[in-house]
Structures are given as C-alpha cells and as structure tokens.
C-alpha cells in the first residue's frame, strides 16, 4: 500500500509541473453574455487541475460522512463567497499557496483513511472554498450582471457534480465502506501530489 501511493504521488508530482494548464477560459477574455458566462464557469473548476483535485478530494472526503450530499455544498457556498469577494475588488492574500495548500492538506486527510470529525471537514472545505472562488473571480471582473449569474451558476454546478459523481464512483465502482479503504487512500495521495507539485511551482514562482 504504502509503495503504491509513494509511486502514485510521486508521478503526479514529477508529470503536473510540465503541463501548461491555463486558469482561465475564454483565452482570460471576460464572459459578456448569459451563455459565455456559463460556459466559462464550467469549464474554470476543470481546466484548473489543482481546482479540479480539490473537488474531487471534496467528493471523497464527503462520501463517509453523514450528509454526504449536502456535506459538498459547503464546498460550493464558499466558492461562490469568494468569487464574489474577487468580483467586488476584496483581495485574498497568498491564495494560491492556500489553494494547493489546501489540495496538500485535504488529499493527506483522505489518504490517511482515519475517521475524521465532520465539523473539520467542513471547515475545510468552507475556507477552501473561498479561495477557489476568488480564483474563479479573477475570470469574471470586470462582466455585467447576467454573465457574472450564469458563471456562477456554472461553477457552481459543475462542481456539485463532481464531487458526486466522485462519491458514487467510490460507494458503487470501488465498493468502498468507509475512509480506510485502500483505493481512496490511493486517490487522495495522487491528488495530494497534485497539489505538492502545485505548490512547490508557485513557491518557485515567488522567490524567482
């Protein structure tokens, strides 16, 4: 087991640092229409790796605790907070070492396969949240009311969606009971390497 999420996360880590994943759909042009705005929302939480990391982490997390399908929406109120906080000018400092510090720390958790208390992952999951958002919000400044509605509603959707989906894939494809079962351990150590490899880029990006 061990061995196995050792070769994972460090593969996850050596390959993210070499893909050239943009933040920002739409080429970072600011959605103006209903349609552009929607589409923009769905596609920033996937094209965004280390957003798209953190979600699924969401849905693993969120699969054993009690409300497993209201436990995400906490994620998804946080991100819609902090894109908003963007979208009106509030800056959020250090956000991207808190972003993959937050993939880091929420892909150890699962890894780790220990019962952890609800209330902490919904912490978690809820000041995350606010920074994930406030990336999402840097595509969105500057857009007119009904772009900025439906970019809302797009990243807001997508990402209930897959951290869902990412709980169905474990209790009905993996037949997973609870935290201590091995392949989400697994998943959460290639997310955790996900956000090392993340994060360590933004460390080099600061101090070079």
Request: charged content about 10%; glycine content about 12%; overall charge neutral.
């Amino acid at each position: 087991m061990r061995k196995i999420i050792a070769a994972l996360t460090g593969l996850a880590a050596a390959a993210v640092p070499s893909m050239a994943f943009a933040h920002h759909p739409m080429g970072g042009a600011t959605p103006n229409t209903f349609m552009d705005g929607f589409l923009s929302g769905i596609g920033h939480p996937i094209i965004g790796i280390d957003h798209l990391a953190f979600i699924v982490l969401v849905g693993l997390a969120a699969v054993f605790l009690t409300r497993k399908y209201m436990a995400p929406l906490v994620f998804v109120g946080g991100t819609l907070a902090g894109c908003l906080l963007i979208a009106n000018g509030t800056v959020l400092p250090y956000a991207e070492l808190i972003i993959t510090g937050s993939v880091i720390l929420l892909g150890a958790l699962v890894m780790s396969g220990r019962k952890i208390p609800t209330a902490v992952y919904l912490a978690i999951f809820a000041i995350a949240g606010i920074f994930h958002g406030g990336a999402y919000g840097e595509a969105i400044i500057g857009a007119e009311a009904t772009p900025l509605v439906s970019y809302l509603a797009g990243f807001a959707i997508i990402q209930y969606l897959i951290a869902i989906g990412a709980g169905l894939v474990v209790e009905r494809m993996w037949r997973a009971s609870d935290a201590t079962a091995t392949k989400p351990r697994i998943a959460g150590a290639v997310a955790a390497g996900i956000g090392v490899a993340f994060f360590v880029e933004n460390v080099e990006g600061m101090l070079f």
